[in-house]
T-cell receptor, first 114, second 111 residues
Framework: DTAVSQTPKYLVTQMGNDKSIKCEQN?????MYWYKQDSKKFLKIMFS???????INETVPNRFSPKSPDKAHLNLHINSLELGDSAVYFC?????????????FGPGTRLTVL | AQTVTQSQPEMSVQEAETVTLSCTYD???????LFWYKQPPSRQMILVIR??????QNATENRFSVNFQKAAKSFSLKISDSQLGDAAMYFC????????FGTGTRLKVLA
């Protein structure tokens, strides 16, 4: 009965590969997010979707493409992985699309690019 | 632009004692919220407490309370009766149309 789940929890891959991270929330929320936490623990928003519509797209390389098949799912696909993509990626959800609402985070996916 | 500053990279507290973590922020928005999240070694981000900027009363959740000084743009977190399970990274965040996080404070609890 996990509220926000992500798969996989760990991902190790070679430079140049393409990989996807999946996220699902069972809270009935309308808005979902992807965050990147770097090696210094700095947490920054990448994307936000509200009811399958992209509403926030930070300055992220276009190798990163989010996809929302329905409002309970938000997946992150990364093409041509680079060493600098190594980080922990968090999915989150909230009822409201504004940043004033409480966000509930998934357990994170640690991506290591070799 | 929104900014959030946590000036204490690391803090230590003796078990059962009280500790205060500092956070300052800057925003031009009039409607915003402030949050403290905890990230234990499991890396799960957990909401500790949130404060609505238009409310003058400081938020409290059991052993956790905030000191919200709106004019000074300060939002500190006080943890009373510290427990070993409080050891974690603590992140302050301000929210308008998106969250902006501070760089975090690592809290160590000494037995």
């Amino acid at each position: 009965d996990t509220a926000v789940s992500q798969t996989p929890k760990y991902l190790v891959t070679q430079m140049g590969n393409d990989k996807s991270i999946k996220c699902e929330q069972n809270l009935g929320h309308d808005t979902m997010y992807w965050y990147k936490q770097d090696s210094k623990k700095f947490l920054k928003i990448m994307f936000s979707y509200n009811n399958k519509e992209l509403i926030i797209n930070e300055t992220v390389p276009n190798r990163f493409s989010p996809k929302s098949p329905d409002k309970a799912h938000l997946n992150l696909h990364i093409n041509s992985l680079e060493l600098g993509d190594s980080a922990v990626y968090f999915c989150a959800s909230s009822q409201d699309q504004a940043g004033t609402d409480t966000q509930y985070f998934g357990p994170g996916t640690r991506l290591t690019v070799l | 632009a929104q900014t959030v500053t946590q000036s204490q990279p690391e803090m230590s507290v003796q078990e059962a004692e009280t500790v205060t973590l500092s956070c300052t922020y800057d925003t031009s928005e009039s409607d915003y919220y402030l949050f403290w999240y905890k990230q234990p070694p499991s890396r799960q981000m957990i909401l500790v407490i949130r404060q609505e900027a238009y409310k003058q009363q400081n938020a409290t959740e059991n052993r956790f309370s905030v000191n919200f000084q709106k004019a000074a743009k300060s939002f500190s977190l006080k943890i009373s009766d510290s427990q070993l399970g409080d050891a974690a990274m603590y992140f302050c965040a301000s929210g308008t149309y998106k969250y902006i996080f501070g760089t975090g404070t690592r809290l160590k609890v000494l037995a």
